[in-house]
């Protein structure tokens, strides 16, 4: 059986609407995952009672698969509140509670990398805590983590593909749909693959020339 | 309140785990003085110090401010923007201009209007010899070029007093002075400072009050004239026989 490039190229148009879709659930979902990681991990080097309930949103989230976290949210939770919840809204939130818990980590490894010595400077010149968070530790700490939440975007671009299990139609579920109507494997999950890698080859110098834009006074 | 000093300490402790490193201080400073605190490493001089405005919390005793009492979670923060601190490592915020390390605090605490405080940024930072940096940041500068806008940066809070701890240890030997000029100026202007240091020129010229503080205690009290010339207590003599 010889490689048939024109499938290839055939299948492109459709594969290429399903790649998008998983270059929006991915940032959308990483979106919400660092405003949900930023509470986390600063919530995780606080003193009160937040700092357990976020170590064990993050302990739980990084210890069970995401797999099975979509189908809680998917098949499970919608049997609790007696209503279905759209495929796409399943996925972004997964994706997001999930990313979330990774970026969590970050942020607060990210936080605590910034020398205590700023701490002390802010809270001498009479800032507030969070004067000095907002102000001085995160835009520093952002800086730090560009290159780990970089990965994390591409760790989630490929995880991302799990959701075809809920039948959202993003780029491994087009390929799927593509294989079921050709039976030519093959070339499709080439085609697949080989479009995964140009995403994420593309954001991983994407972010490298953030990295160095952002870089020079830090 | 005239006579009230700006910060009087009484029967200060304070111990890491089982480590004492302050056990019972009390001092005053006063309004215009500037008092040099001197003493071998690991006394207990820059622990002082950091218990002046709670970055250290102290273990027992209390701090006073124009005669209150600082309690951390009512006044302390209210009280830091009247007491200036000037750190060894400078702790410039790295990601800030010059001008924008200097109008934060006024900006942010006092909610000095952003025209009036980069004026007087501008204005402190001629003070201090460095008016071309405005723009520049912390890393494209030298150490004694950091420390300087540092001074700057806690003088335009327009602090009651000034602590320096070890303003110059962190420095490059030729750096030193243009530092060190910087705090006579403040000093002859009569700001309130407490300096922590081991430039014993700078204590003796500058210093209204010197005190040696060996094993977390005030052992020796006294005008620098005094103290340098003529040590009353054996650890002083001693200490100062070892770096003079």
New interface residues.
Partial sequence: MEFRWSLVWDSLPTLLTGAKLTLQLTSVSVFFGIIIGTFAGIARLSKGPFRYLAAAYIDVIRGTPLLVQTFIVFYGIPGLIQRPIPAYAAAVLTLSINSGAYVGEIVRAGIQSI?P??T?????????AF?TMR??IL??AF?RIIPPLGNEFIALLKDSSLVSIIALEELVRKGQIIIGRTFRPFEVWLAVAFIFFIMTFAISRLIAVIERRMM??? | MPNTPILSVQNLFKSFGDLTVLQGVSLEINQGEVVVIIGPSGSGKSTLLRCLNYLEEPSGGTVYFQGNPIRPRQNLRRIRQEIGMVFQNFNLFPHLSVLKNITLAPCLVRKTAPEASREQALELLGKVGLEEKASSYPTELSGGQQQRVAIARALAMNPQVLLFDEPTSALDPEMISEVLDVMKALALEGQTMVVVTHEMVFAREVGQRVLFIDEGVIVEENSPGQLFQNPKKARTKKFLSKIL
């Fill in positions: 020398d010595g700023q002390e400077a802010a809270s001498s010149l009479g800032l507030s004067q102000h001085i835009p520093q800086r020079p006074h830090a």
